[in-house]
């Protein structure tokens, strides 16, 4: 059941944490997102240096991969385990996040995420395990 991108960026702004985020959906498909995320101030982890702190990452590469699912099943599911690595300091400007599923499973599904700034380098990078199996 793959959702529309209007179907998607609609699921995505129902959390008031993505709102704040300024998460846009820009493509998806069966097994992939890519997500713009609007730079704001409040990301800056130190004003001396203007970098973006790593959680705002993290939480852009947890969400890239998880509605790189999303956008495969419909619903938003939970978070079993995840790896984030960082490859440069993001300085302020927008992020563009791509996930893509690599495992579709009955139960549990592997999925990874890319952060680029807003010259294509690669920020962030990681991947993660997803429950799957039916919610209760």
């Known amino acids: 059941m793959m959702?529309?991108?209007?179907?998607?960026?609609?699921?995505i702004e129902r959390g008031p944490y993505h709102k704040w985020l300024?998460?846009?959906v820009l493509d998806c498909g069966e097994d992939f997102v890519e997500?713009?995320?609007?730079?704001?101030?409040?990301?800056?982890?130190?004003?001396?240096?203007?970098?973006?702190?790593?959680?705002?990452l993290a939480a852009l590469v947890d969400l890239g991969a998880d509605w790189a699912l999303t956008s495969r099943i419909g619903?938003?599911?939970?978070?079993?385990d995840m790896r984030v690595d960082y490859h440069r300091a993001a300085m302020p400007g927008?992020?563009?996040?791509?996930?893509?599923?690599?495992?579709?499973g009955a139960?549990?599904?592997?999925?990874?995420?890319?952060?680029?700034?807003?010259g294509g380098k690669l920020i962030a990078s990681g991947r993660g395990?997803?429950?799957?199996?039916?919610l209760k």
């Open 22 to 24: 300024g998460l846009q």
């Open 3 to 11: 959702v529309s991108k209007d179907e998607l960026q609609r699921l």
């Open 107 to 118: 139960q549990f599904s592997a999925c990874e995420a890319q952060v680029f700034d807003a």
């Open 129 to 134: 395990t997803y429950f799957t199996g039916p």
């Open 94 to 104: 927008d992020l563009v996040v791509k996930g893509r599923v690599i495992k579709f």
């Open 75 to 80: 619903h938003a599911v939970p978070t079993i």
């Open 35 to 56: 997500v713009k995320a609007t730079w704001r101030e409040e990301w800056m982890a130190n004003p001396d240096r203007k970098h973006t702190h790593g959680g705002i």
